[in-house]
């Protein structure tokens, strides 16, 4: 599935991946492959992205925010967007 | 005589190292124009994508939501925010703002500036220089130096102070005025109301979009929740805009009279070149024509 990242001052990634786990702001949650149609709040966390195009998993710190999920689409919208280590 | 063609050769001179000052000045107005448009372009998509999310829960939300932004107060403490530039050199495009300023004053909101309760905020230095003598109105001067640093974190913390002081009532209304940027020669002056939310609507939104109307969406948490977190966002990104449309805006303005400048100063030296040749040929005549009628003088004799 496709997944965008994106925040007002850039896109931050965009790009494939098998999973990516959410800060929501009822919880963690994760969003695999076929997943039925979404938009859900985030809150500050750790965004987890795994199996991205290199094979590896990405992690960034991101702000509260949005993600919309749609026919394998990901986008998550967010005022800001940090890699981490 | 050779002291007028001295005089003149000087001004030239001068005139041709302004010309060259404005010809630089214009260059890094056009390269800081070009960086500005970037930064609109790279906005967009997270505009357009923010606002395309809330058409898709207001189609699913029935009827109003309420939402703290768009409470409609009677007006009687106004904020006025007003976007400059920090320096000058850049034609009528600081006073422009600053006009539309002062007719808000005198017309829409006269009662309220005649009762003291209008507070002006300023972005941007050249804002507060046009209206420092006014003891009328509040100056607000916190985020002067805004421009220096335009990145979101720091403009929304700008936004997020005025969308505070509207909850806590300490203004009814909110405007901004701004420079709409169209393209490098036209921006246009314009005054918009940032608050209260006139209405919630998502702009630049294609319905036709088949698959994206139908999607059946599931909210989380709902979407009462989600609009109440949406506005305040889409109303950050909105200020957002405003300052960097303010931005490219000044920097064209800038980049227009710099080019009329030199252009201006073009014109100066042809003339003086002219004043030049012609004080020069008057020079020669009178030599010739003294040497002429002393060698006449002598044959005479």
Not at chain 2, 78 to 94: E, K, P
Not at chain 2, 139 to 163: P, Q
Not at chain 2, 277 to 285: P, V
Request: charged share 25%; net charge neutral.
């Amino acid at each position: 599935m496709n997944v965008e990242i994106l925040t007002p001052d850039k896109l931050v990634y965009e790009g494939e991946a098998s999973g990516v786990q959410l800060p929501g702001v009822g919880g963690s949650f994760e969003i695999l492959n076929n997943h039925a149609p979404l938009i859900a709040a985030l809150q500050n966390g750790a965004l987890r992205l795994n199996g991205a195009t290199n094979g590896t998993s990405l992690t960034w710190n991101i702000k509260a925010g949005f993600v919309e999920v749609l026919n394998n689409h990901i986008i998550v919208l967010t005022e800001g967007a940090k890699k981490a280590e | 005589m050779s002291g007028q063609l001295k005089e003149i050769k000087t001004r030239i001179k001068s005139v041709e190292s302004t010309q060259q000052i404005t010809k630089a000045m214009k260059l890094v107005s056009a390269s800081k124009l070009r960086r500005a448009q970037d930064r609109i372009i790279k906005m967009r998509p997270y505009a357009l994508k923010l606002n395309e999310i809330l058409a898709n829960i207001a189609e699913a939300a029935e009827g109003d939501v309420s939402i703290e932004y768009a409470v409609q107060r009677p007006a009687e403490k106004i904020l006025v925010v007003i976007l400059t530039s920090d320096r000058g050199l850049c034609g009528g495009f600081n006073n422009n703002a600053g006009k539309l300023v002062t007719q808000m004053l005198e017309e829409k909101y006269s009662k309220q500036y005649a009762a003291g309760n209008v507070s002006v905020m300023y972005i941007g230095k050249k804002g507060y220089e046009i209206f420092k003598k006014n003891k009328e109105i509040n100056h607000v001067r916190d985020y002067v130096n805004a421009f220096g640093d335009l990145s979101f974190d720091n403009v929304s913390a700008i936004a997020e102070h005025v969308m505070n002081a509207f909850v806590k009532k300490e203004y009814d209304r909110v405007e901004v005025v701004y420079h709409r940027f169209k393209n490098q020669i036209i921006q246009i002056p314009a005054v918009e109301q940032f608050l209260p939310i006139q209405k919630l609507e998502a702009e630049g939104v294609d319905q036709k979009d088949e698959n994206k109307v139908k999607a059946d969406f599931e909210f989380e948490p709902n979407k009462e929740e989600l609009i109440a977190e949406l506005a305040p966002k889409i109303l950050k990104t909105q200020f957002y805009r405003y300052l960097l449309e303010n931005n490219a805006s000044e920097h064209g303005a800038r980049m227009t009279a710099m080019d009329n400048a030199t252009e201006n100063a073009e014109e100066l030296i042809k003339d003086l070149k002219i004043k030049f040749n012609r004080a020069r040929q008057a020079a020669i005549t009178t030599q010739i024509v003294e040497i002429v009628s002393g060698a006449a003088a002598l044959q005479g004799d």
